[in-house]
């Protein structure tokens, strides 16, 4: 699907939810290739052109709501985003909203064969301590965003997962586009890990796994 159909697809689901229209919802998806960005980048120096000089090479940019940083999109990348009603608690309900996000990705890698843990990965797009990391390197990264309602929050959670690369386009796309905003950043593309650098087939078996975990 388009990434424009997708960020407003889970515009309008965040919206369900937190009018209580829908109690959760989820989409598998993948999209054309593109930058995604936080829309709080747009007052960074230098944002005009960098979006300008990542179009003309091939990497247009698109606005996202959820936190987070410039990840890359494409035919190599799987997406998940799910929505959900997070009630209020005494506990940490960021933490639990990534668990729950991440818990079917993990299992899905679990059945086939591989360990995957939550870790920061130096040199990562898009790092945080609930990235997906296999081996140390980074398969799979996550960002919310929430919306108060009665009880608690509506959750709109994202999941970006490998399927290949990120190739050397991608990275040099990400690192020019912080350059060009003025941000002292640089993506390795060896912290990464995709489901094509485990073995043939395995980028099918997961979406098959992900899909029984999120029926």
Request: hydrophobic share 50%; aromatic share 6%; glycine share 10%.
């Amino acid at each position: 699907m388009a990434l424009a159909d997708a960020l407003d697809w889970e515009a309008a689901r965040l919206a369900d939810v937190a009018s209580g229209r829908a109690g959760s919802a989820a989409l598998l998806w993948q999209c054309e290739r593109a930058l995604a960005v936080p829309a709080a980048m747009r007052s960074r120096p230098g944002f005009d052109a960098a979006c300008a000089r990542a179009a003309g090479a091939g990497w247009p940019v698109h606005l996202r709501a959820t936190g987070g940083d410039v990840v890359p999109q494409g035919p190599g990348v799987l997406n998940l985003t799910l929505v959900f009603m997070q009630p209020k608690t005494d506990g940490h309900m960021l933490d639990a909203a990534y668990l729950r996000l991440t818990a079917p990705i993990v299992a899905a890698l679990a059945a086939l064969g591989q360990a995957a843990s939550h870790a920061p990965v130096d040199g990562a797009f898009c790092d945080g301590r609930f990235n997906v990391a296999i081996g140390g390197r980074k398969f799979a990264g996550t960002a919310q965003r929430w919306r108060p309602m009665p009880g608690g929050h509506a959750v709109q959670a994202h999941a970006l997962m490998l399927l290949d690369g990120p190739d050397a386009g991608a990275v040099d796309a990400l690192n020019t586009f912080y350059a060009d905003c003025g941000i002292d950043r640089r993506i390795a593309a060896g912290a990464h890990v995709a489901l094509a650098d485990l073995r043939a087939g395995a980028a099918e078996d997961f979406v098959r796994c992900l899909s029984r975990q999120l029926a």
